[in-house]
Each structure stands twice: as C-alpha cells, then as structure tokens.
C-alpha cells in the first residue's frame, strides 16, 4: 500500500475545486470552456488561464506553422520560449489555421487540425453538462457542473514533466523530448517497472536497455524495495520527492514556497528545477546523473561519450567508425567500410567504459588470453580489461569481451581500459577521433509542411471552375454513398451477428467494452502491447480485455490476425472470444485466468512442486502446439511467467502469442524482424547476434523460466547467495546453474542448493534434477544444440513416467 501522506494528497489532488459561476462560452481570456464551445488557433486570446495566472493552456507553435495544445508558465511572462509542461499532440502538431480544441455536447473534448481531422480526444461522455478549467498548480480538468466528476484530467498523462501535487502513478510515465527544441517523443522514460520499482529506461530504435538504478544491483541493493505494490510517487512543493519503491530526495533549495517542476529532459537526466515567482531563471536544485555520460544511448553506438563540465557531453566515433547521422549524434557511428578482414589486432583506449553485451566473462586472464580470447570469435568486437569486478578479489584480471559496443565514455576514475578490434593492415594505432557536440547541426532541422494555397486570380474564372469541380465531386460521392450501401448490405448478410463464421469470435463495439470493464477500472496486467482489465460481459462471462496500445495495424491486418489465432486450440493456450475494432479502438477479449500470472504466483508460498512441474509441463505442451501443430507457425517471442496465466486449477495458459510473430510453414527459417523482441533475461542470443530466427528463441527463453520456476531466482539478476558463511554474487541465473552442477566446485547437494525455499522438502529430486537438465539443454548458446518444444515434452512426459524414490 502506498504511503499515508501520499494517499490523502492524491485524493486533494483529484478533488474538484468549489464551481465556477461562469457558465458562459469563452471570449477571449478564460478560466473556463464549456460545453459547444471551443478554443480557436486563429485567436491569440483563445486561452485558459489559471485563477493564479501561473499557468496557460492554448495553443503553442512547435514548428513553422505547427502548434501543440499545451500548458506553460506565464508567469513570468513568455512569447514562444516559456516552459512547456505538458502537451496533448506532441507528436502530431497541428496547422496554424483553423485548428480547434472543443468540448463537444456529449461531454468529449476534441483537438482537430484545420478544422478537418481528430488528432487527439479525451474519449469521455458526459450526458450531464461539463466544463474545461485550468487549476492552480497546472492541472487541466475536465469535470461535471453537477455531480462535481472528473471525466479527464492532464495530471493522469504526463508528458516529460511532473509538477508539485501530480502523482505519477502505475498507468503513467515521462517521456522525454527528442531535441531541446524538438517537443515530439524521444528515446527516455520514467516508469514503475513489472517489480513496483521506479526505472529509467533508454527506448531506442533498435536496443532497449534499463539504466536507473544501476542495472548490476538488485532493487535491495539500490536501496529500492520492491513489496508496496501500489506504484506511486510524488512531488510536493517543498521540493521533497517520495515514491512507493522507498526512493525519495528533496532539493538543495528545500522547504521555500518556489515554482518547481520535475523533467525528464531530452538527454536522459531527470532533473529538479526551481525558480522564484517572478524570476525567469530555472535553477538544476537535483538531478540524477553528475556523470550525463552514464546515460545510455547519449552518443549511440560504435561511438564514445566525453563529458566536459564547460561544454556538456562531447561524442565521438571509435577508430573505423563513421558519423552515421549528423542530424542526430544519437543514431551512434557506423563502419567506415563494410569489407571484414580476416586478420586482426587491437588499439587500446585509455579508461573506455562499454556497457553490457559480453559473451562471458574470464577471470584471473592475463591481457594476451583476452586478446586470443576475441580473436577466436568473428562477432566479438573488443574487450575490457581491468583488475576490479563487482565484490570480487582486487588484483586479479578480468577480461569482458563485447559484442555489441554500446554506451561508451571516458571516465578519469574508470579503472580499466578498451581494446578495440581493428584490421591488422589499420596504418594508426592511436585514437584520434573527431568530437562532436550533441547539438543539432544547422539546417538539419526539417519543418512540417503547413502551407495553405492563397487566394488570387480572376474571380469569374474561379467561380466556373469551382463550379465544374463541385458538380464532379457531387457525382463521385453519389456513386462512392451507392457503393457503400450495397457493400454494407453484403457484409451484413455475409456476417450476421457479428461474428466470424471461421472462427465464432465476437465482434465487439468499443461501448460494449468500455461498460463491461465499468470504464477499464479493474486493472489486472499489462505488458509490452497493451493493458489487461477485467470486465463482465452481458452474458455474465468474467473476461480478461486486452486493450492494445495503438491502432497501428490496419483493419484487414488486425482482423486477419484475430482470423488466425481463432484457429488456434489448445488446453494449454489462452481462449480467446472476441476482439474490438472500432475506429482507432483495437481490444482482444480473452477469458479471465482465476490465479493471474505465474510471475504472481512465483513471489507467493502457493506453487509446491506437483504444480510447478504441471506448469512446466502444459507450457511446453502449449509451445508445441504452436510451433509444429497448428496451420500456421506462430512464434511467441516474448515467454516469460508474466505471459504464462493460471486457471483456477493451477493449469497454465502461454498468453500474448496472437501479436507476436505468424508466419507460413516455408517462413521457418525466418530473418526478416526489424526489431529485437523479446524481455531482456529471457531473450535468445540469436537476438544480439542478428542471426536468423526460429522456433528455438522460443525454446530458450523457455528453458529459463523452468529455471526460474525451480530457483525462484530472477533470470538477469541471479542474487545474493550463502556460501559457507559469506555472500556470493551471480550476475545470471544460467551461469548461477550450471556452476552449481558443472563447476569446478560443484556438490553432491546441488540441488538443494538451487531449489526455490518455497517449493518445500515434499519434492522428488530426481525428477526436480530431471527437469533442471531438461531447462539446461533448452538455454544452450547454439540453437542447433536446445531440444524442439515437441522433444521437451516427451523428455518431461517420460520423467513423469518413470517412478524414481525421493
């Protein structure tokens, strides 16, 4: 449960102020807009104003003739460089004509562009009369004249910025900027992750990676915990900062009455400012970086990040590398030449970081093994080498070969050094790489197109031809209105009632959902793809609807999509009875899994063996199913116990398969993702090295959540264990195993060593030996080596056969 101060100032918060006597529509200067009423770009005075006057709303340009709706100080006063914090369309501005934000009679508050399409809604109705105002501390409210209700309001969808009072909740995040003057999404957010903990996140086009806290250390270690499930945080005015995750700071300048704002900036860093009413000037009173070089992603890849405090950060390519995009410093360095050479050597760069990416990790190697060590593998594209690793012994070398080269910098206190692999004929072996500032180059800046034809010519002429034009279009509209009308009458003969004849899926409206999750109340999961609310449908049936993201995907796509995985059947796959595609709506309608998750039921005492092992055995049956029975090869991409449901007999159902990957039978061996999928722990290496994609990513990450299942250890963050009497750290759980059963040091009692406390005494080890050398077999680096999900389940099926004493 969150915090008892953070409860009773979130409920101030979201209570509505005493009504506004004004019930008029808006001319000029406001405080409020009501209902059939609208704010107009082509009047300046179209604004709402805060009673205090520190706050705007109205549109804002964010471009040549492109406009936000946004909210901004004004006090003090600013033309078009005030403080923005927060907007509705940053990533689709709109035209400096004609565009409106209006609050329709049904109670929804509209943005449309030169009067024509909808770019942004609030999606709320209202059958009782409504008002827009704009509170005191920045909160833009949609809100009902009589019951005093809150259909909408800014502070529940930050952008980049938290203000004092506005909480930041379990369904919100901060998404950075992408420029310092480009205000359209960039690559940085602010969330609480799956574990309750509040994370920094690099999002980028091709890697994602979390950075805050330090990824090397359990949430514990942080100082983070990771129990209080109720996920919020807040600002107050005073300048202190509590989260539920028992993260907190306050700033420099702490308990003065001052303007303030919390922002993640568009370099990564999260950043106090403060500043006097009155005063223009913000002042850094916190942040989380002194080191911004730390921040991944601030240079790209194949590139190295220099922070000079006079400057800022300073990027460069490493040796055989070129800029890949002066517009944008982030997109990282590219080789200077695409022929590989098949000799090598190595350039050394003094105190270079590279962040994450080894394929292993050599302790106690002298310079020259790491060397050779490289050399053998065609992918690895250098080393560190330093004498320091975590909590283990000083003076022992250790050699960490990547390969990937991400996240670089030069750090004067980094004790160790890079070696970059370069062809043997490269005639310089020092570093002489050119700095770039991460400002934008000039001209580089592409504006969007919001030019409007001007009125000129001979009006009679005008008059003929605007005369003809209507004539044609009235006559192409008759004809498209009659095409529509017979095209609608077959359709509904052809679909009666809705629903698919290949599938027997439900088509449901966008209303009946929203009713039967009472407004997507009930949350109950999400993930990558969408959110997951509980609902009862009219017929009384309990419901899990998944409500995707974004419409991205077209009608014909979504619905041929739905059409396939209505094909799928399986006891060991989620049902799926309908889906939703109204206008930009896209929901699936799943039957609702008694038990939730099996992330859930991981940290609770519920899971002893006999259910452990049944889930570890329908799984795989269900995975089977998907890759070699069903018509078409689906391939999940994303298995991990969150996507594992339990019914109320503790079966598992593999979830979140009908988005992933669907492909024919002559796709098999496929390559053609343009993007890593997956959830780092889980994910195959076949995803770092760009090798083609099969079955088998499947089958990996499988086999570490039977390692999960049996350890009750996170994949990525093996833990902290006993080990006579003093405490040994494992950065991977697979390693953390076959150490255990493989090293040097392994026992007859490993095992035990590695069972899950809460699975009990009450287990068979043989067969929980069985089914760990089962898992091992399914996380081989080489996919050729891991099992088919069909030979997993006759592995598993034959240790449940065989009658071994406990």
Request: charge should be neutral; hydrophobic fraction near 35%.
């Amino acid at each position: 449960m969150a915090t008892p101060f953070l409860l009773i100032v979130f409920f101030l918060i979201i209570s509505p102020p005493p009504a506004s006597s004004s019930t008029s529509t808006i001319h000029g200067d406001s405080i409020t807009l009501n209902q059939g009423s609208s704010l107009s770009i082509d009047r300046p005075d179209h604004v709402l104003i805060s009673p205090n006057a520190i706050f705007t709303a109205g549109f804002y340009p964010v471009g040549d003739n492109a406009y936000s709706f946004a909210i901004w100080f004004t006090e003090p006063s600013c033309s078009n460089s005030c403080t923005v914090v927060w907007m509705a369309n940053r990533d689709l501005p709109v035209n400096g004509r004609n565009s409106k934000l209006s609050l329709l009679k049904n109670g929804n508050l509209i943005l449309t562009d030169a009067g024509k399409s909808v770019v942004w809604e609030s999606n709320t109705f209202s059958f009782s009369s409504s008002y827009l105002q704009l509170y005191d501390i920045g909160n833009l409210v949609l809100i009902t004249s009589r019951e005093r209700v809150i259909l909408w309001q800014s502070f529940a969808s930050p952008t980049d910025t938290l203000l004092p009072l506005q909480p930041l909740t379990r369904d919100s995040l901060l998404v950075s900027s992408r420029r310092l003057k480009n205000f359209s999404s960039g690559f940085y957010k602010l969330f609480f992750d799956d574990d309750n903990v509040l994370r920094l996140v690099y999002d980028g086009p091709e890697v994602s990676s979390a950075f805050w806290p330090d990824h090397w250390l359990l949430s514990r270690e942080a100082g983070r915990s990771s129990y209080n499930s109720s996920r919020i945080a807040l600002l107050d005015s005073f300048g202190n900062f509590t989260s539920s995750d028992n993260f907190s700071f306050s700033s420099m300048d702490y308990g003065q009455q001052l303007q303030r704002r919390l922002t993640l900036d568009f370099d990564g860093n999260l950043r106090l400012y403060s500043r006097e009413n009155g005063n223009g000037s913000w002042v850094v009173s916190w942040q989380v970086f002194s080191q911004p070089c730390k921040i991944h992603g601030a240079c790209g890849p194949n590139s190295v990040c220099k922070y000079i405090p006079s400057f800022g950060r300073k990027c460069s390519c490493l040796p055989g590398y070129k800029i890949k995009n002066p517009a944008d410093l982030s997109l990282g360095c590219e080789p200077e030449v695409s022929s590989v050479e098949t000799e090598a050597t190595f350039i050394g760069l003094p105190h270079v970081e590279m962040y994450g990416y080894d394929f292993d990790i050599f302790e106690n190697y002298t310079l020259e093994m790491c060397k050779e060590v490289c050399l053998r593998r065609y992918d690895c594209k250098g080393f560190i080498f330093k004498f320091f690793y975590q909590n283990h012994p000083d003076n022992i070398p250790y050699c960490f070969p990547k390969l990937q080269l991400l996240n670089g910098y030069i750090a004067p206190n980094f004790k160790g050094d890079f070696y970059l692999k370069v062809p043997k004929n490269r005639p310089s072996k020092h570093w002489s790489a050119k700095e770039q500032n991460l400002d934008c180059p000039a001209g580089a800046v592409k504006q969007l197109d919001r030019r409007y034809d001007k009125s000129n010519g001979n009006w009679s002429l005008k008059f003929l031809l605007g005369f003809v034009i209507s004539t044609g279009i009235i006559e192409i509209l008759s004809l498209v209105l009659l095409w529509l009308y017979f095209t609608r009458q077959q359709k509904i003969y052809s679909t009666s009632e809705d629903y698919f004849h290949a599938t027997d899926f439900r088509r449901f409206s966008y209303s009946e959902l929203k009713e039967a999750t009472r407004n997507f109340s009930e949350e109950i999961g999400r993930g990558a793809t969408g959110i997951v609310y509980k609902g009862v449908l009219d017929d009384k049936r309990v419901a899990a609807i998944k409500r995707l993201n974004s419409a991205s995907q077209g009608e014909a796509e979504f619905l041929a999509e739905v059409s396939t995985v209505g094909k799928l059947n399986h006891m060991n796959l989620i049902e799926m009875w309908g889906y939703c595609a109204d206008k930009k709506h896209r929901l699936l309608v799943y039957a609702n899994m008694e038990e939730g998750s099996l992330a859930k039921n991981l940290s609770s005492m519920e899971l002893d063996w006999e259910k452990r092992y049944k889930i570890a055995l329908g799984t795989a049956k269900g995975l089977a199913y998907l890759h070699e029975e069903c018509l078409e090869w689906v391939l999940h991409c994303d298995v991990k116990p969150q996507n594992i449901l339990l019914d109320a007999d503790y079966e598992p159902k593999v979830s979140d398969f009908g988005l992933s990957r669907l492909l024919s039978r002559g796709q098999l061996h496929n390559s053609s993702f343009s993007k890593i999928r997956g959830t780092r722990g889980y994910m195959a290496p076949e995803w770092i090295f760009n090798l083609p994609i099969t079955s088998k990513v499947d089958v990996y990450s499988y086999g570490v959540v039977v390692l999960e299942m049996v350890t009750g250890r996170s994949p990525s963050m093996g833990g902290r264990v006993a080990d006579k009497g003093r405490l040994v750290e494992h950065e991977r759980l697979v390693e953390w195993v076959k150490e255990k059963k493989h090293g040097a040091f392994a026992k007859s009692w490993w095992v035990e060593e590695i069972t899950d406390p809460a699975i009990g005494m009450d287990y068979n080890r043989r067969k929980l030996e069985g089914l760990v050398g089962v898992a091992l077999k399914c996380v081989e680096e080489c996919r050729d080596d891991r099992p088919t999900m069909s030979q997993v389940v006759e592995m598993l099926l034959r240790l449940e056969n065989d009658h071994y004493p406990n």
